[in-house]
């Protein structure tokens, strides 16, 4: 009994195999461009075939709008829907749809199971959704934050509750996913209750490619000055911002922290000064914190940029020398702070997995 999950990506197509929930194989196809992107998920699709054993497809799915709060068997009118997204996650959802609909026309008639990445904030509430704009545009357009990256976020709450030896649904946390794209999530008692991202993965901290939140006013400004005005201007803060446009070099942080020039500095400055106020203004929402759980590329690998972060975090107010003391191998590392013991997890995010459980739990249901 082996269940397939793929992850499509802006430039990537991360798959992996299970077989009794146990991940037989994993790999990356990276680097894709446009024109090599079907044809490298039609192989794809051409080798889970060869598989006898495989009884389901799970497909991570940014934005799931307001209408899907858990996972769910694609239809032709699930698919038209998830379709009416795009213009909202741009970069992910036409490939998310392009995975599903290759997977359905080579293997025909096998269960295919959306997992959203929207659906584990649909808890937050009300007042920290809506925006302040005229509420009839959430009435009759669903403006709302929606938040993303929930699959990770989720999975990091069922981990750290694991560490902690509490149930999930007595858990207080900070998550902070930190890749190319970058979210910090509020969890109260097992439940989203806030995150960075909003109406679209554009909304929150500074990102690789993304600029994150700025005055809106910006949009306008710079669209005077491209040829094709409003969509030239978002293709900007989507694809050519964050540390990629501050730095001048690249979204990778590991190149900026080679780097010499004085904006490659500037860029991790702004990226560190960004995160900080965006996790301490989270525990706002929060009456009490078990934990601040690190994850993503950035947030798993980087210890300069963690060791930043925490530096400049108030409620933390830690002694840095200990932080260096207690740091316990790659994964996991607990800090004291001079007022009280906080453990912070740094825990490898698994959305395979995640999705892998959910669609067994489809299933089985």
Known sequence: MTIAVINCGSSSIKYSLFEQQKQIETNVIQNLQKENYEAALTKLAEKFKASHSLIAVGHRVVHGGPDFHKPTFITASILEKIKSYSSLAPLHNPLNILGIEIMQSILKNLPQVAVFDTAFHHTIPHFAHIYPIPYEYYENHQIRRYGFHGISHEYLMHQASLKLQKSVDQCSLITAHLGNGCSITAIKNGKSVDTSMGFTPLEGVMMGTRSGSIDPSIVETIAKDCKNGVEDAMLALNRKSG???????????????????????????????????????????????????????????????????????????????????????????GIISSSASLPIFVIPTDEEKMIMQEVLCLLSS
Not at 288 to 295: G, H, K, N, Q, T
């Open 243 to 333: 540390l990629l446009g501050i730095s001048g070099i690249s979204n990778d942080m590991r190149k900026l922290h080679e780097a010499k020039s004085e904006r490659a500095h500037l860029a991790i400055d702004m990226f560190v000064h960004s995160i900080s106020k965006t996790i301490a203004s989270m525990r706002t929402n929060l009456s009490s914190l078990d934990a601040l759980v690190f994850s993503g590329g950035i947030g798993e690998n980087d210890a300069i940029i963690r060791e930043k972060i925490i530096e400049r975090i108030p409620f933390l107010d830690l002694h840095i020398d200990k932080y260096k003391n207690l740091e316990h191998g790659k994964h996991h590392l």
